[in-house]
């Protein structure tokens, strides 16, 4: 009888020792993910957009901006012809990407509509409807 008792006990230990391991092991991954999140956000370059009745341009640092007409977007513009999700701003594969989000008046990269996803360079203009948008800086 006490054989018994004493596999239970040691099963007990057992598991208790597995789960605390486990549990470690986890608890290391969750540090691991957001050390890496932490890192790469200050890893991202800066975006300066620079709108034409602004005398300063507008910085952000974040991995996706939207801009539109709702008051949502991360840049939002009060034109008729700015659709309410208009463009995207994407930084992928160390590069900044704009993207039409299916505009009514369409996106325009350099005087090009665009109909794909495009790399953004320094000194590009963006036309959302008719505003128009410098880039200024990609740093």
Known sequence: M??????VVRIFIALGLYAFLGWAFWTLYQDLIAQS???SLNALP???LRLPDEPTPRLYQQLEITIG???NCDLCLADSTV?????RLLYRQGQWWLEDLNSTNG??????????PAVLTGGDEIRCGQVQINIENLS
């Not at 659709?83 to 463009?87: K, V, W």
């Open 37 to 39: 999140r932490a890192l």
């Open 69 to 71: 007409r709702d008051s």
């Open 83 to 87: 659709s309410g999700h208009h463009a």
């Open 46 to 48: 800066k975006l300066s």
């Open 107 to 116: 996106t325009y990269l350099n005087q090009t509509r665009l109909t794909e």
């Open 2 to 7: 006490s054989a018994i008792i004493l596999l």
